[in-house]
Every structure is written in structure tokens, then in C-alpha cells.
């Protein structure tokens, strides 16, 4: 062990940590989700300080030595060494200071190394009077997460994508394929299996334009604003330096915002995303709930698409296949909407200059992008790639109900179709049949009639 010293007196850390003290008081307080905090938060927070370190060092701030030592320590860690030293917990109190001094005693303690020295020898590399220079928590967490969301924000968008194109095949492929449509689970009038399809792709092409556009919103940093915002500390070279810094090591187009108090008390931009993925969510469970019911039986329900099997379904049940991959679509949803909840009441419970639970917001957005990020492609390869129609059942629960009625009123009258349905419902016989025995049409008629781009599109005209 070894023994450093803070503000409430000595503590010991194990000897070969490159952590230091505050992060192991940050361990000892706040040992809640088991979880360390995200990867590409700690990636974001390291380039914040090779950033950090490169403006110091452009400016005059820094001495050559310790910052090259700390620059080739954050490209250390980037290449993914000391991976196992970021151990604080992903919900901390402190609106994140014990992330960010976990990494700067991380970066300290091997840039000291570097230089020859022992770990915990902060005389020659100290974790706040050099990693974290002209810096605070403050600007450079909101920042860190920015950045961090946005990355996981971008393969997001792309399976969203893949998601429209694969429902988009299968509108092609489903194109002539009449069934019954329904409203409020009851027989309404003909679609095509291609149009249901087509209606869940414009959804989903909605929410991955929505999540194109909010990466905007993550842009705007306030990196440089020190503590509250007003940049405190922070030389004035430094602030226009650091933000073309972290534009280069990012490769994201990020802007200094012009009013830095804004986001370093108000995480409404947060909520926006989240809702926005929420969104998304909801569109997924409704698509997940619709392919689970055309695919119900297959022999005693609407059995009209079969989904890829891809697992037996029961430990008691032979031959039963469950639709798996819909349900845990479903499940994701379910979290996905319970961490919006919880981002939406953090958002709100920031008070005056700071929002404290900034941690609890990163976690569940954090979350919410990594569900996403599995389940999409999970969705369109094991699922709606594999898809397949069952056209005689759609052609019999068409035939067999009174789902064709609404296109021949038009042609027969309202009461002439009101008479057939009852008839149906007495006899059994097929709609078709009825029209026939009736003499309302003939059958070439029905025939022009019941072709599936007249029953699926506005172009019956009504005789009189």
C-alpha cells in the first residue's frame, strides 16, 4: 500500500493503483450499480484531457516534459491500456467529480511512470495542478458526455437504417399479397401484407431522422466554463484553443456555446435525446406487438406471417416456437421508457448553477444507446429478414369475412352490403359467392373489382 493525503487526512491505496485517493473514497461512498462508469465516457473524458494538455502546452501553461508525459499517458489509455483502473461507479454523488478525478489520477499516476517516477509521486505530474488544468468538473463532464453520446448515438442511427431497408425489402416482396386489414382488432377492409410493412418503415425512417438531427443538439459544449459557467480560471487563449483541440481529436464538429452557464446547469438537451430514443421505442413495441399477433397460432390464430424460428419455445410444449425476438424488442422498449423517466426527473431536480445528477442521466442515456445499439440489428437479421408470408391464410381470411364489403358498397349500395355481411354471418358462404347468387355483379365484374391495387388504393369509382 501506499499513503496519500486529501482534505480529510491520510488514506491508503493499493501500490500498484495508478488510481489515487479520491477514487478510493469514490469506491468506498459509492458502491451502488456494481457497474463502472461507461467505456466511451472514460474515452471521452481522456481525450478532454489530452485536449486539455495539448491547449496547455500550445499556451505556455504547461511545462514540455509533464505535458508530453501526460499527452502519450491519454494515448496510452485511447489504445485501451489501464482499462481495468477506471472503477468508480457509474452513479456517484458530485456531479461527476469522482469520474473525472479517477481520470486524472489514472493519466497522473502513468504519465509519473513515464518520467521515471513512482506512483503517487504527485510533485511531478499532479492530477489537478496538471491532468486537470484550467479545468473543472464542471465543464469537463457535461462535455464528456456530450461527446460519449454522440458517439453512440452515430451506430445507432446507422442499424436504424438497416431497419428501414430490411421492412422496405419485405414491402417489395409483400407487394401483392391481399389480406385483411384491421381496425380495433376487427375486420376493416383489404391492404396488402406489403403495405403494413411499408407503414412500420416510414415510422422507423422518422425516428432515424430524428436521431440524425439531434446530434446537433449534443454539439454545443461549454468546455472552458470552469465551475458555473463563467470561465473562472480558464485564460482566454485556452478557451478558443481547447474547443479547436477537442475538434480535431474527435473528428466531431463541436461548438463552443455561446452562453456557457446554459449547459452547465441544464441538461434539457439530454431529455430531448431521450425522448427522441423513447420515441423510437415505441415505434419498436408497436411493430414487435403487430408482427406477434400476425403471427399468432400458427394454427389457431391469425397465423398470416411466419417469423424465422429461432429457439424452441417451451420445456413442456413440443413443437412450440415462441416469437422471441419481437418480445425482447419489447422488453428493450419497456427499459428504454423507464430510463426517459428517470433522465426526465434528474433534468428537472438540477439546482441553481449545477445539475448534481448529471451521473444518473449519462447511465440511463448511456443505456438506452447500447440497448438500441444490440437490439436493432438483433430485430432485422433474426427476425424481419426472415420473415415469411402465408398468402393462402391471408386469402382465406379475406375471402371469409366481410372485409371486401366496403370496396363493393361502393359499387352495390350500402344496404345491399349490409345484407350480405348478415347473410355471411348466417350461411357461412364467401362474399364473392353472395355477390353472385344475388346477381348484384358479375363475375367479371368482381374479378375487376377485387384486383389488389383497386382494393388497396382510391380508385373505385361508383356507379350510379
Known amino acids: ?96 467529480t469522482s469520474a473525472n478525478m479517477n481520470v486524472n489520477e489514472v493519466i497522473a499516476n502513468r504519465a509519473i511512470e513515464r518520467l521515471g517516477g513512482q506512483k503517487g509521486d504527485y510533485r511531478l ?77 416510414q415510422a422507423i425512417s422518422r425516428d432515424r431522422w430524428r436521431l440524425y438531427k439531434a446530434e446537433e443538439r449534443l454539439r454545443q459544449v461549454n468546455i472552458g466554463g470552469t465551475a458555473v459557467g463563467t470561465g473562472l480560471n480558464a485564460p482566454r487563449s485556452y478557451i478558443f484553443t481547447m474547443i479547436e483541440k477537442l475538434r480535431d481529436l474527435t473528428g466531431i464538429s463541436l461548438a463552443r456555446t455561446d452562453y456557457m452557464m446554459d449547459p452547465t446547469q441544464n441538461c434539457d438537451v439530454f431529455v430531448e435525446v431521450s425522448g427522441l430514443l423513447k420515441t423510437a421505442a415505441v415505434n ?61 426527473l434528474a433534468a428537472m431536480s438540477g439546482q441553481l448553477e449545477l445539475n448534481a445528477f448529471l451521473p444518473v442521466i449519462a447511465k440511463n442515456l448511456f443505456e438506452e444507446l447500447d440497448l438500441l445499439r444490440h437490439t436493432l440489428p438483433l430485430f432485422s437479421k433474426r427476425c424481419i429478414e426472415g420473415i415469411t408470408a402465408n398468402e393462402q391464410t391471408c386469402r382465406e381470411h379475406l375471402e371469409n369475412s366481410t372485409v371486401m364489403l366496403t370496396a363493393l358498397t361502393a359499387i352495390i349500395g350500402y344496404d345491399k352490403g349490409t345484407e350480405a355481411a348478415l347473410i355471411l354471418k348466417e350461411t357461412g358462404k364467401s362474399i364473392k359467392d353472395i355477390i ?29
Open 436 to 464: 353472385l347468387e344475388k346477381n348484384w355483379m358479375t363475375a367479371a365484374e368482381l374479378d375487376e373489382v377485387l384486383k389488389p391495387e383497386r382494393l388497396t388504393s382510391p380508385s373505385i369509382d361508383k356507379k350510379h
Open 125 to 201: 505530474i499532479h492530477p489537478l495542478d496538471h491532468v486537470n488544468l484550467h479545468q473543472s468538473t464542471n465543464d469537463v463532464f457535461p462535455t464528456a458526455v456530450r461527446i460519449a453520446a454522440i458517439r453512440l448515438l452515430k451506430p445507432v442511427t446507422e442499424s436504424f437504417a438497416n431497419l428501414q431497408s430490411a421492412l422496405q425489402e419485405k414491402e417489395e416482396e409483400f407487394s401483392r399479397i391481399i389480406k385483411a386489414g384491421r381496425t380495433q382488432l376487427q375486420d376493416a377492409v383489404p391492404v396488402t401484407l406489403g403495405q403494413e410493412f411499408g407503414a412500420w418503415a
Open 1 to 96: 500500500m501506499r499513503i496519500e493525503h486529501d482534505l480529510l487526512g491520510p488514506c491508503e491505496v493499493p501500490a500498484d493503483a495508478y488510481f489515487g485517493i479520491h477514487t478510493v473514497r469514490a469506491r468506498e461512498n459509492f458502491h451502488l450499480t456494481g457497474q463502472p462508469i461507461h467505456k466511451e465516457l472514460v474515452a471521452a473524458l481522456v481525450v478532454i484531457k489530452k485536449a486539455a494538455a495539448l491547449t496547455n502546452l500550445s499556451i505556455g501553461a504547461l511545462a514540455p516534459d509533464k505535458g508530453e508525459a501526460i499527452i502519450a499517458a491519454c494515448d496510452e489509455i485511447l489504445a485501451g491500456a489501464l482499462s481495468n483502473q477506471f472503477v468508480v461507479d457509474c452513479l456517484q454523488g458530485g456531479a461527476g
Open 284 to 344: 419498436l413495441s408497436k411493430i414487435a406487438n403487430d408482427l406477434r399477433l400476425l403471427s399468432s397460432g400458427p394454427y389457431t390464430g391469425l397465423g398470416e406471417i411466419t417469423l424465422p424460428g429461432v429457439q424452441a419455445g417451451s420445456s413442456i410444449m413440443p413443437g412450440k416456437v415462441n416469437p422471441v425476438i419481437p418480445e425482447a424488442v419489447n422488453q428493450v422498449a419497456f427499459q428504454i421508457i423507464a430510463n426517459d423517466t428517470a433522465i426526465t
